[in-house]
């Protein structure tokens, strides 16, 4: 599946567990329930696509891009635990550095606070 569009994708519940996916446009694929366990994703595009929040999403494999591209998600979101402040304090500069960082109000101001 390397290289393959995947545009608006319905992959609810896809068993995608060390798929080849580097390169894959992903753009607003539905990923809910996919399991992506192991897959390499390096240099794939997942902007606006529903990131899986379980298990189905450890070990894979990114590229500096989607790892920075989560950080500011993460720092985007309004929490009021001191850990998360501290959390987010220590890879905003990180996450400032997503090419989504400005889309997400992480540049020039408070942004997720």
């Not at 992959?11 to 753009?27: I, T």
């Not at 996919?34 to 696509?49: E, K, M």
């Not at 950080?71 to 220590?90: G, K, L, N, Q, V």
Request: glycine share 14%; proline share 2%.
């Amino acid at each position: 599946m390397r290289e393959a569009v995947l545009v608006n994708a319905v992959l609810r519940g896809a068993v995608l567990l060390g798929a080849d996916l580097r390169g894959a446009v992903l753009v607003s694929a539905y990923m809910r329930g996919a399991d992506l366990s192991h897959a390499d994703l390096r240099g794939a595009n997942i902007d606006s696509s529903a990131w899986p929040l379980w298990r189905g999403s450890s070990g894979v494999i990114v590229c500096d891009r989607i790892a920075r591209q989560l950080a500011a998600h993460f720092c985007a979101i309004i929490c009021d635990s001191p850990e998360y402040a501290d959390a987010r304090a220590a890879i905003l500069g990180y996450a400032q550095g997503s090419h989504r960082a400005g889309y997400l109000g992480l540049l020039g101001g408070t942004g997720g606070k």
